[in-house]
DNA sequence: CCGCCCTGACTAACTAGTCAGTTAGTGACC
DNA sequence: GGTCACTAACTGACTAGTTAGTCAGGGCGG
């Protein structure tokens, strides 16, 4: 993989089919549809499937990472509000959640492979340093109580995670909701030296515009893309570029600066191949 | 499926089979082979594999019931602690990592298919039902102080749950341990009334004996079996029984008293079929 | 004319589900 | 007690559909 335009191309059509077909149902042909390239093409810049899959990973980790620099002004308990609105956004974000959908199988694929497994482990290197980095900073500055970082992360994370897989697989939104609340019962009142309180949700719960949750979709042009696609589509075996996903030019430029992909929450694994 | 001695034949096949393959690479050879029985005999009394898998999470669901009824008599701070240790137990225990594993891409099939949504969401009632009430009944015994039961209990299974997922995935083993001394800190220490404590682990990290650790395996017979079978499998396209599990008289008794399958904290689901 | 990007057509492997037919059991009737 | 009718349990062989990956070659810029 040499062209970088190239690479973000396959990555905005791997993101796209992911949304609309999930990860066990993703074919090479669903991602070389989305593309004007054709399926070969695929298979001449990876070895595999999993290749491309893994990279794909690997694209999240670099825009996640762009996104906590972004943060790294803020005071800590800001911070932290904002790391809690990134895990427990929505509900009602359908391009967010059917992304996450998606990543989440890709996730319990991890035990059997260990190229995702090593990055998603990278993911929760990156997650818990972040999240221990704010605790830290705010017990420095004396906004926080004494508590260990360590294992308040561990926590925190576990318990967002658990409810937005919850709410995602069972489809019960007050997940979102209570472990929110309770977190903030439990954990950031205490947290916080006496007079201060934990701060509310940023996008709250109805959005003032249909402007936060079309983030995702815009940066990808997603929405765009689908609107244009419409019909059209496949007759029989042809990979070309009938759902054609974007003018060449806006392509690369649009892939570099929207950051797209939210939180992407690595999961975990082990294990060896299957038997 | 009228027959109950083949239905349990079929789950503790299905369970094996689970466990060796995971959940995406199961076939329904491998259960067949798992059996004295044919492939065919499945398609005879299940009208599909997603049918049988869905009768597996029914059949899990009753397990689970029973090991609640179990605990009912416990006092609140005792049942509270066994609940912890369902969910927390191990690692080192092969036989239920992999069968959590081959579960929880179970679950992340949920939003795709309303039939194992719909059972998770059953199993997910009942886990939050159980907890609520060890939470109501240490209210009025006066063991906790005032909270509320709703908001908590999904917050610990939230955070159970991502811990369980997470070093399942990842491979990270101290998301175990970070999770419940983080909860037994920031909520246990703060739930119970003064001088209390929240009791330790049961079954500690270091088995004192190889015996907690084999009662799924016990159950199931999955240790012997899969020692019996050894080598010898299948040559070509039988599916005889060649890997036979069990002498038949034992078949029934076994897995009519033995309960096997621990927790199987069921996730949720939702969305609609795919495109 | 070389080498890179790219393609359509193909194949090899796999697997859910079907089907025509066999076997074993049960009861009824002589 | 024999045999006939009927049925539920069961099977091996087969099919239809799917999809990752290959390959021989086409075009084109330098």
């Known amino acids: 993989m040499t062209d970088p335009d190239v690479r973000a191309s396959i990555m905005r059509a791997t993101y796209e089919a992911l949304c609309e077909h999930g990860y066990t149902e993703l074919t090479a042909q669903d991602i070389a549809d989305r593309t004007d390239k ?90 818990r340093d972040t999240l221990e980095e704010i605790l830290r900073d705010g017990l420095e500055s004396g906004e926080f109580r ?56 940023r996008h709250p719960r109805t959005l003032p515009e249909g402007d936060e949750e079309n983030r995702l979709a815009a940066d990808f042009g997603t929405r765009d893309a689908d609107a244009e696609r419409g019909e059209a589509a496949d007759e029989e075996t042809n990979a070309d570029n009938a759902g054609g996903a974007d003018t060449d030019e806006t392509n690369d430029a649009e892939a570099r600066d929207g950051d797209g992909l939210e939180d992407d929450e690595p999961g975990d694994g082990d294990a060896g191949d299957r038997g």
């Not at 499937?49 to 762009?66: H, I, M, N, Q, T």
């Not at 294992?151 to 995670?161: M, S």
């Not at 939104?173 to 209570?178: F, G, I, K, P, S």
């Open 38 to 127: 054709s399926k070969s093409l695929l298979f001449y810049h990876y070895d595999s499937k999993e290749d491309l899959l893994a990279d794909f990973v690997e694209f999240l980790l670099e825009r996640f990472d762009d996104r906590v620099e972004e943060t790294r002004d803020l005071p800590p308990v800001e911070r932290l509000a904002t790391f809690v609105d990134w895990f427990l956004y929505g509900p009602g974000e359908d391009d967010r959640q059917s992304f996450h959908t998606a990543i989440l199988e890709l996730r319990t694929q991890a035990p059997y492979n260990e190229r995702y497994r090593e990055k998603l482990r990278k993911s929760d290197d990156q997650l």
């Open 146 to 201: 004494e508590h260990d970082p360590e294992e308040t992360a561990a926590l925190l994370i576990a318990a967002f995670d658990g409810a937005r897989i919850r709410q995602l697989t069972i489809d019960r939104d007050e997940y979102l909701e209570q472990v929110r609340s309770a977190t903030v019962t439990w954990v950031f009142d205490d947290l916080l030296a006496e007079d201060a309180s934990f701060p509310a949700e």
